[in-house]
């Protein structure tokens, strides 16, 4: 008798168990469908691309191509899903400008401060930093964690 009691304990455990990967599971199908449903149906296209999403989304905006370098200025792989985390993503481009080779940057980024962060869109924050000067860049942070270099007007 004691060992069907233990079978019947190792069933419902594993029941239990089922039930709760399957929660696991279907949440994380739920959360990304909810991500691709953030993303305007006229934009979907260009999910896979940064700039060209960041243009379809944003009104009078679009990546700075103009300089030598990309308008993608890091790649964190830090996914983003609110401010606090935009911040921690600008957080590390500035360490990895302060130990990079060109030491000018690398003087001037220690002396950066992020101040705030604000939810753009379902995909984009706007994460502003200040130097010693007081002086105001702003960096936009995508949901995947790149940070792009972006220009607004008409």
């Known amino acids: 008798m004691k060992n069907n009691r233990g079978d019947i304990k190792i069933i419902i455990i594993l029941g239990i168990l089922i039930i709760l990967v399957g929660v696991v599971v279907w949440q994380a199908i739920k959360g990304s469908e909810d991500k691709n449903t953030a993303i305007p149906e006229e934009c979907q296209k260009y999910e896979n691309d940064v700039c060209e999403l960041f243009d379809c989304m944003v009104d ?17 792989y830090i996914k983003v899903n609110n401010e606090k985390e935009a911040k921690d993503a600008v957080y590390a481009y500035i360490a990895e400008l302060m130990y990079g080779d060109d030491l000018l940057l690398a003087e001037k980024s ?45």
């Not at 990546?63 to 790649?75: H, Q, R, V």
């Not at 984009?124 to 270099?149: A, H, M, P, W």
């Open 60 to 76: 009078m905006c679009w990546c700075d191509d103009s300089s030598p370098e990309s308008p993608i200025l890091y790649e964190t």
């Open 110 to 154: 220690k002396n950066m401060k992020v101040v705030d962060a604000i939810k753009l869109n379902e995909c984009f924050y706007n994460v502003f930093v200040v130097d010693e000067e007081e002086n105001e860049t702003v960096y936009v942070v995508s949901v995947n964690g790149e940070i792009i270099k972006t220009i607004c007007g008409v």
